[in-house]
Antibody, heavy 122, light 106 residues
């Protein structure tokens, strides 16, 4: 059974940093691209970042480019999101999501975690 | 940047057909994916590649895509279909979601 479990969220002051993690199990992690998608309270889904199976392809939304860094550790079946210079508008539930097909990057998301909440406030 | 436009809300009576649209410039040339999200839950894929259904999704869910509009159709709507629905595409290696449509079952 595929499981994605996010952690690392919390309350942080504007301008500070936070690192999110996503622990994956139930599939061959190093075959699949992974993505972060966020949802502000009461709002819609917003793609944040994605990383290919071998970290060779990485993409960011314009809203986070230069502030957030995605990475993965295939030996630990884990995905990360380093978030720096956080702003109030980064407040959201952050989901990690798995793409559907191995070795592909621009695919649909077939599994999602339950999310970890990040609140940026002074 | 590429924009996907969805109606904020759609209402339908049980047993009827709901159609949720997703508009985008020449969206017919892209693959469109649809997600269902119920309150307090993570999104669930209901249609991928315009019209394919993942295993476990009822045949009542179908999709189409042509020109500037993609459509998610839910036949014989049930109370349990009440949720937010999002369309999604890739454009220039960036993932784009529509703003979401709240489906209300009357």
């Amino acid at each position: 059974e595929v499981q994605l479990v996010e952690s690392g969220g919390g309350l942080v002051q504007p301008g500070r940093s936070l690192r999110l993690s996503c622990a994956a199990s139930g599939f061959t992690f190093d075959d699949y691209a992974m993505h972060w998608v966020r949802q502000a309270p009461g709002k819609g889904l917003e793609w944040v970042s994605g990383i290919s199976w071998n970290s060779g392809s990485i993409g960011y939304a314009d809203s986070v480019k230069g502030r957030f860094t995605i990475s993965r550790d295939n030996a630990k079946n884990s995905l990360y999101l380093q978030m720096n210079s956080l702003r109030a508008e980064d407040t959201a539930l952050y989901y990690c999501a798995k793409v559907s097909a191995p070795l592909r990057f621009l695919e649909w998301f077939d599994y999602w975690g339950q999310g970890t909440l990040v609140t940026v406030s002074s | 940047s590429y924009v996907l436009t969805q109606p904020p809300s759609v209402s339908v009576a049980p047993g009827q057909t709901a159609r949720i649209t997703c508009g985008g410039n020449n969206i017919g040339s892209k693959s469109v994916h649809w997600y269902q999200q119920k309150p307090g839950q993570a999104p669930v894929l209901v249609v991928y590649d315009d019209s394919d259904r993942p295993s476990g999704i009822p045949e009542r869910f179908s999709g189409s895509n042509s020109g500037n509009t993609a459509t998610l159709t839910i036949s014989r709507v049930e109370a349990g279909d009440e949720a937010d629905y999002y369309c999604q595409v890739w454009d220039s290696s960036l993932c784009v979601f529509g703003g979401g449509t709240k489906l209300t079952v009357l």
